[in-house]
């Protein structure tokens, strides 16, 4: 009897153009999912995605000790200039994979259209480019054992993040 009322709902929801989504909410430690101990699905537009309950105020902070954590390392580098270099182009790499990333992210249009697809060619690219950036940075002060695994696990997390973007849809 509770398939059948089960099955009946979401034949609604889905005539509705509505779609349960899971939301994290059960995950007492994760912060921001709702009331810790509860599962509970929230209905989103088919396509959509569910609203996150984020504080307004932390991607701003977030930027904000970027920006200044930038800014010192510009400072530190003055006689440098290829450090200042990396740090610049580092800091406008993250601006830019931050926005790109926020624009995929809240796309209202469905997953495998080509606009979409060229966001997400854009934010690997970029998450890529970091991640050899910031490889090549630390190996250079590491002996050669130790600057090997920083090779090899960059080189598995940009082609898991090409794995998680496009082997999916």
């Not at 080509?114 to 854009?122: K, L």
């Amino acid at each position: 009897m509770d398939l059948e009322r089960a099955a009946e709902e979401e034949a609604e929801e889905e005539a509705e153009g509505m779609v349960p989504q899971f939301t994290g909410a059960c995950l007492p430690w994760f912060p921001f999912q709702g009331e810790p101990g509860r599962s509970e699905a929230t209905e989103v537009p088919q396509g959509g995605r569910a609203h996150r309950s984020t504080p307004p105020w932390l991607t701003p902070l977030g930027f904000i000790l970027v920006t200044f954590n930038s800014g010192i390392a510009l400072y530190r580098s003055q006689d440098d200039p290829w450090a200042t270099y990396f740090v610049c182009f580092s800091y406008v790499t993250t601006l830019l994979l931050s926005y790109l990333h926020n624009k995929m992210e809240r796309a209202s249009h469905p997953t495998n259209s080509r606009r979409i697809r060229s966001v997400r060619a854009s934010v690997w690219t970029l998450t890529a480019l970091l991640a050899i950036m910031f490889s090549y940075k630390a190996a250079a002060v590491l002996p050669l054992p130790m600057a090997a695994v920083v090779w090899v696990m960059s080189a598995a997390a940009v082609v898991g993040v090409f794995f998680a973007f496009f082997s999916h849809y």
